[in-house]
Every structure is written in structure tokens, then in C-alpha cells.
């Protein structure tokens, strides 16, 4: 036994001595470099092909390099004896490796049927299988060569000017480059070394992944506290269907199809608010995933070893979408309202029914004002456009409406107004015949050498005197527009307004949340100024027009 394994072992020696390390095969027509290595004469002249644009010929072993494409002749010993080795019954040993794939990155000294590629060599920019790495790690002279994860795309690091590595960055191009660029194109740029620009960009994306996870905990209360708003629905819905079936036990039969009338409502009402609580958890969880998707992204970006691949795929992946707006819970008043409706019925019901029924209507429950987020585009803003028309009883009588009451300009002369105590008497001004709620959008354009206050207010805002103006009173919000500049008044209070000059404003309001924004209009939008308060009456569209302006409300689409 000891005799048989000692011929094993030398057998094997002696496949591996007669092998061409570029096809890992037994040699065929041998020949041997000036440096001692010995190929198959096929192999090394296909080797040599490759790097005929290069003009620079190494030895695949020990990367030693040839000053001109050596001429190779037979190694007729060699042959001799790996003929002499055949009639034995000697045959190279089969590679026991992973050959490569369509989608692995193949070895490029492999002939023949190629094996999966061990490292890539930045140097090098070749890819080797673990044979053929052999030489990057006895051989002193690749000890500084830098060894990745196999890549195909490691060409890309070439300069196609200079057929050299790049291992600068242009800042100012943003791009990598080789040394000599900065002499040409690149000349006085702003450059850095690739692991400079690495390192910087590593602490940055080490930032936005802080960010993301700040982000992902936000979000997890966020979801939290809905749970509990979600409980804390369904307690008191529970608490008024169970008080509302108490006093309707104590009615006549004729009673018992409206406690389950009103029963109904509540559960209606409570699954509407339970499901949009819901749905905005979904939302919200939705946020959380892909957070936690892009932070997976980055953290991989992270750990990628090539400088230039790591700045090629950064600004892509580096990228953020825009955070939900965080959720705003408004004071909680539930379903009590209905056992108080519930009780007083109680004790009027006599009279009631000797007169009639009176349905009872369940007073509106907000339970949970959903974030909605504002629209960002003139796209987004128009789902919310509403039709608007000014009010011929609330104009002054110098003013004219025109274009079906949507346009207004200042006339000299009286108009032929009856006599309303809605009018405005001394001011200029106008409001609009719809009330305004929940969410809206219109628009205003202005022409002339006058300005125009687009404005916001309440129905009872006084109709005469100083206090009447728009902005100078806490019933009304007033944008003053003029050219070249704008003002924003409320109460009194002036609030100077930055933003580019156009003869269009457009006014969103959303009344439930208590925003008012007002915005520039033209190509894009720039938002103006914006409002976050309590609105306790409906809105009305108002308009102040100067001497030498008209203004329209326009028909937007």
C-alpha cells in the first residue's frame, strides 16, 4: 500500500509537470520561453495574439515581459518525452474547477473550455482562475498588484486615449481619468485621486445611510401610534353603540329601526376611518421596505473594492426619493357626540312624535387627519381646480365683472348694482359666489399697470371702513401682487414675499388641514408663501383690483 500510494503521488507530480498552465491540459507541441516556462505552441501564440495591440508580450507564469513577441520553436526533449509519457498511460489530470458560464466572468488565460474566473487584477485588468493566479502570489514582481472580485467590467478602468489604468478623478467632469489627461482635456480641473474621491464619497453615503435608518425609525412610530389610533376608534365606537342600544331599549318598538339605523352609521363610519388609518400604515410600510431596500443597495455599493465602479454606480444608487410628509393627529373627539344626540332625542321623543320624525344625524367625527401630500406639479395641482365665479352683490359699484363674472376691472363711472348689504363700499373689492372647502385650486391673471390682491375670506368680513381691506383683518389672507415685488398680509401684519415676477398666481387651499399656498405660474411653479393655521368658517375667493388692472379667474385644464 505504502509502495502504490507513493506512485499515486508521483503520477500526479507528473501530470502537473507536463501540463500547459494556460489550457491546463497535457502539452501539445511544447515550447519554451526564455524564461523557462513551457506552453503549448497554440496557446502561447493565441496568448501572444491578444497582446499584440499592447506591443508588449509577458509570460503567463511569472509575467516576466519579452522587449519583442519572442519566435518560438519546438521543444523537441519535451515532446519526446510527453510522447514517451503517453505509450505509459500518463494523461494530464483533469481540471477539478467550475468552468465558467454566460453569466460568470471567465478566465482570459484559459484556452479551450474556460474556467470560472478566481480574482480580476486591477493592474493586470485580466481576470484568472486559481491556476493561473498563481503567479500574482508567488511572484514578487505582482506583490503591489490589487486583486478584486472578478469583474467583466474592468476594461472600463482603462483610458481609451492612453490604454493605461485611470487612477485619477475629475471632479469637474466627474469622471475618471488617466494622469496624462490632466495635461490636455482635463487641464486645470479639479482632481483628486480615485481613493480620494472613494473616501469621500464612502463618508457621504455612510451619511445617507444614517439618514435612511433615522428614516425607518420615524416611520416605525409613525405606524405605532396609528395602531393605537386605530384601538382607541374602536373603543369609542364600541363605547356609543353600547350607550345608543341602552337608550333605545328604552323606546317603543316603533324606535328600534332607528337605534339600528344609527348603529349602522357608527360602524360605517368607524370602518371609513379604520381604513384610511390603515391605509396609510400600508403606505407608510411600503416607505419602510424600500428604505430598507436602498439601504441594503448602499451598504453592497459600499463594499465594492474598484474605485471607479464604486463612483460610476453612486450617483445612481445614492439617490433618495423625497420622505412621506410625517402623519398629523388632530385632538380626538370620537363618537361621544352621538350619545348626547341620542339622549336629548330621548327625552324629547314625546313631542317629536305627536309632530314628526326628526332624523338623527350623526355629527362628524374626525378621528385621524391623514397626511395628504401637497401636489408638486401645475399637473397635480389642476385634479383640484374648481369652477369659480364672482359675486355681482359682494363687488364695489365702480367695479365691472365681465366673461361670465370672472374677469373684474375698475371703471370711473357707478354700475347699474342693486342695493345688497353684502356689497363692499369702499373698496375696490369682490368676492366669489362659491364657498370654498376641502381641497382646491384656481388661478389668477393680472394685466395692467395696477397691481392685485388675490385673496381668501371668511363671509362676515366687514363690508365697509378700514377693516374691510383684505389682509387688514384676522378674516381674510391676502396676497399683494405687484410688479416686481410681493406682499403677503394677514391681521394687519405685512410679510414681504420673495419669487419670480408672473402675471398668473395660483391659490391652493386645503381647508381641513388648514394650508393656503400661493404660487407663481408660469413653465414650473414656485411656491410664494404658505399658510398652516385653523380655518373655523368656509373660504370665499376674493379679489382687490388697483386703478389700471383687471384680473380673471382663469379656466384652467
Known sequence: LPLRAEMAQRNQLDRESFSCSICLDQLKDPVTTSCGHSYCMNCIKSHWDAEDQRKRYSCPECREVFRRRPVLKKNTMLAALVEQLKKTGLQAAPADHCYAGPEDVACEFCTGRKLKAFKSCLVCLASYCENHLQSHYESPTFK??????????????????????????????????????????????????????????????????????????????????????????????????????????????????????????????????????????EKLQQEITELKRKDAEL????????????????????????????????????????TAAVSELRDLLQDILRDKWTNISLTETEVVILPEPEPKTRAEFLKYSCEITLDPNTANTTLLLSEGNRKVEYTFKQQSYSSQTDRFTDHLQVLSRESLTGRCYWEVEWRGWGGVDVAVAYKNISRAGSESIFGRNDKSWCLDCDFNSYLFRFNNIETPVSGPDSSRVGVYLDHRAGILSFYSVSETMTLLHRVQTTFTQPLYAGLYVYFGATAELCKVK
Do not use: W
Open 144 to 281: 503591489k498588484h490589487k486583486l478584486v472580485e472578478p469583474s467583466k467590467k474592468h476594461q472600463e478602468n482603462v483610458c481609451s486615449r492612453h490604454d493605461e489604468v485611470m487612477e485619477i478623478f475629475c471632479r469637474t467632469d466627474k469622471k475618471s481619468i488617466y494622469y496624462l489627461c490632466t495635461m490636455d482635456d482635463h487641464k486645470g480641473h479639479d482632481t483628486v485621486s480615485a481613493a480620494a474621491e472613494r473616501t469621500e464619497r464612502q463618508r457621504e453615503l455612510e451619511v445617507s445611510r444614517l439618514n435612511i435608518q433615522q428614516r425607518i425609525q420615524d416611520r416605525e412610530k409613525d405606524v405605532k401610534l396609528l395602531q393605537q389610533e386605530v384601538e382607541a376608534v374602536s373603543r369609542s365606537a364600541d363605547k356609543a353603540v353600547e350607550d345608543s342600544e341602552k337608550i333605545f331599549t328604552q323606546l317603543i318598538r316603533l324606535l328600534q329601526k332607528r337605534s339600528s339605523d344609527v348603529k349602522q352609521q357608527i360602524r360605517s363610519q368607524q370602518e371609513t376611518e379604520v381604513s384610511r388609518v390603515k391605509e396609510l400604515q
Open 299 to 338: 451598504k453592497q455599493l459600499s463594499h465594492t473594492e474598484d474605485h471607479n465602479q464604486f463612483l460610476h454606480n453612486y450617483p445612481s444608487v445614492s439617490q433618495l426619493s423625497e420622505p412621506t410628509d410625517s402623519i398629523n393627529i388632530r385632538p380626538l373627539r370620537y363618537f361621544e357626540d352621538v
